[in-house]
């Protein structure tokens, strides 16, 4: 059975500090790794991942796939309240490139 | 920018009521989605649809049927609603190829009584 496991499940951190959110993956025929924002009703799209080892970046947030861990990280530095949010992180699997989604982090920024 | 419209926000409904969940797309993708979204549980795949006329079943079909009459739009159809289908209903498209990369809808939250 495909799995995707984020931790921790919630995490409440004050402004300016700088946060990992972790992302592990059990699947097979694996072809990419994605993270997504939910604010309040919809996920907007952060980043997607397909090599190990490079970096995406944008801002503040960046990410990075190890596909021999089987992992995925993404760190937020300078944290503001505006990345208060829920951060899910999806798998593309098989030939139907179905996506497979964690239970998503619920990271609480203090002001 | 892609605009994944969902038709409503809010939804109550009855045991046993018939309910339809429409999704509508303005970007001309080819894949469209339906998961529900419950605390501790995540997104999961309802159903998808890679064409016109198209369907694949997800993670938890069961209690549900979709319909894709025309490229645009997808619908989401519970048959007889129940308690344990209150849910978050989020809609979402894809151009299609490697790289799912998912535009979603604001979601519906249906709560059956």
């Known amino acids: 059975e495909d799995k995707v496991v984020q931790s921790p499940l919630s995490l409440v951190v004050h402004e300016g500090d700088t946060v990992t959110l972790n992302c592990s993956y059990e699947?097979?025929?694996?072809?990419?790794l994605l993270w997504y924002k939910q604010e309040k009703k919809a996920p907007t799209f952060l980043f997607m991942l397909t090599s190990s080892g490079i970096e995406k970046k944008s801002g503040r947030l960046s990410s990075i796939l190890d596909k021999k861990e089987l992992f995925s990280i993404l760190n937020i530095t300078a944290t503001q309240t505006g990345d208060s949010a829920v951060y899910l992180c999806a798998v593309e699997i098989g030939a139907n490139s179905k996506l497979t989604f964690g239970k998503g982090i619920t990271l609480s920024v203090r002001p | 920018d892609v605009k994944v419209t969902q038709s409503s926000r809010y939804l109550v409904k009855r045991t046993g009521e018939k309910v339809f969940l429409e999704c509508v797309q303005d970007m001309d993708h080819e894949n469209m989605f339906w998961y529900r979204q419950d605390p501790g549980l995540g997104l999961r795949l309802i159903y998808f649809s890679y064409d016109v006329k198209m369907k694949e079943k997800g993670d938890i079909p069961e209690g549900y049927s979709v319909s894709r009459e025309k490229k645009e739009r997808f619908s989401l159809i519970l048959e007889s609603a129940s308690t344990n289908q209150t849910s978050m209903y989020l809609c979402a498209s894809s151009l299609g190829g490697r790289g799912e990369k998912l535009f979603f809808g604001s979601g519906t939250q249906l709560s059956v009584l």
């Open positions: 699947v097979t025929n694996f072809r990419s």
